[in-house]
């Protein structure tokens, strides 16, 4: 028996349609051709396949289990030469063939699925690289030119030639497992007290940080390398940390994990950023990817008198840290018998107004 030949990318095209439209004459009816050309290509791919495809015995042609087991290549193949026009079309009007980027730990994962899963009905024929890092990482694997753009926490010192503009920012909460000793203090627990137990921080992979501690406050800590390690830690007791309220909500409402009260604050907000390389411009692509992370809902009430300058570091000029009070102190208000909103820069109920997180070299 003779190897099979290669059939054209037209007759595998008839062939789905004879099966897709449910016969010869309605296939050539879709594809403006006569019958006895639907007939003729039919049969002559039958004949470089080497196997019989329909089955013609009957009224309406039915495929053979040959056939069955063909047509699955046939759409494979048809899938993906449209595919590859689709791209060469793209790539001649100057869209990116790929669009890599870089998001922080900290950005909330349900606004990353749903803007990436918009960038895919948009962009279908572009290629998407996700890395998620944390701190300098981020914005060394935009300098590196690793990534086009990154979703970035404030770092200090990064150079000029690094752009970002504002998306908002991640309320931080300091936590610990409700067995833990820090957990079992009522009220505002001092700071000599908290420096006394084990914090769980997450560690930088770049240089770009090197020497320098982003709200550390114990005396003792562990480094970790991502988020979900940190909160299986702080989870299971062995020690207290700061953490994106979005990804604890669920164990605080649980009480798997208790809110800590400490005397520099107990929520703090971590500024974002979309930063890419300014001597680079971006392709359409990544110029609509860096628009939705820039127009990402934000809080309905964001914080009053919210400061996203860095604080400087008292007798550390030029060094900032990446934590900011998410409201001052509430103002005294005047007397009055209407009912109404709380002062401006007021906290909620029961939460006492934060103050910013000190940075401390190693």
Not at 14 to 31: N, P, S, T
């Amino acid at each position: 028996m003779r190897d099979p030949g290669l059939p054209s990318l037209d007759q595998l095209r008839v062939f789905i349609a004879v099966i897709d439209h449910g016969g010869f004459a309605h296939a050539a009816r879709a594809l403006h051709r006569t019958q006895s050309v639907i007939s003729y290509t039919i049969a002559n791919l039958e004949e470089q396949l080497n196997v019989a495809l329909l089955d013609r015995s009957k009224r309406k042609p039915v495929l053979t289990e040959a056939g069955k087991a063909l047509l699955a290549d046939a759409r494979a193949v048809s899938l993906k030469v449209d595919g590859m026009r689709a791209r060469a079309k793209a790539l001649s009007a100057g869209l990116e063939a790929e669009v890599s980027v870089v998001v922080d730990v900290m950005f909330s994962t349900c606004k990353l699925v749903r803007i990436l899963h918009a960038f895919q009905q948009e962009f279908p024929t572009v290629a998407m690289r996700l890395r998620t890092e944390a701190l300098g990482a981020v914005t060394q694997l935009v300098l590196e030119r690793e990534c086009h753009i990154g979703i970035s926490g404030w770092m200090p010192g990064t150079q000029d030639v690094v752009e970002r503009q504002s998306c908002g920012y991640v309320t931080m909460v300091p936590v610990a497992a409700p067995d833990h000793p820090l957990a079992q203090i009522e009220g505002v627990i001092p700071s000599a007290v908290l420096r006394e137990h084990t914090q769980l921080v997450l560690t930088d992979r770049s240089t770009l940080t090197k020497g320098q501690d982003f709200g550390v406050l114990a005396l003792r800590d562990w480094r970790l390398g991502d988020l979900s390690s940190k909160h299986a830690l702080l989870r299971s007791g062995i020690g207290w940390g700061n953490m994106p309220v979005e990804f604890v909500q669920w164990d605080l409402d649980a009480g798997r994990l208790v809110q800590l009260q400490i005397s520099e604050g107990s929520a703090f907000s971590f500024p974002l950023y979309v930063i890419r390389r300014g001597d680079e411009e971006p392709g359409p692509a990544t110029r609509w990817l860096m628009q939705q992370f820039l127009d990402v809902e934000q809080p309905a009430v964001p914080p009053p008198n919210h400061d996203m300058r860095p604080a400087p570091v008292a007798g550390d000029p030029g060094v900032s840290h990446m934590y900011h009070r998410l409201s001052d102190p509430p103002r005294e208000a005047k007397p009055s018998n209407k009912p109404g909103p709380p002062p401006l820069g007021a906290s909620p109920p029961g939460v006492a107004a934060p103050a910013p997180i000190s940075l401390r070299r190693r």
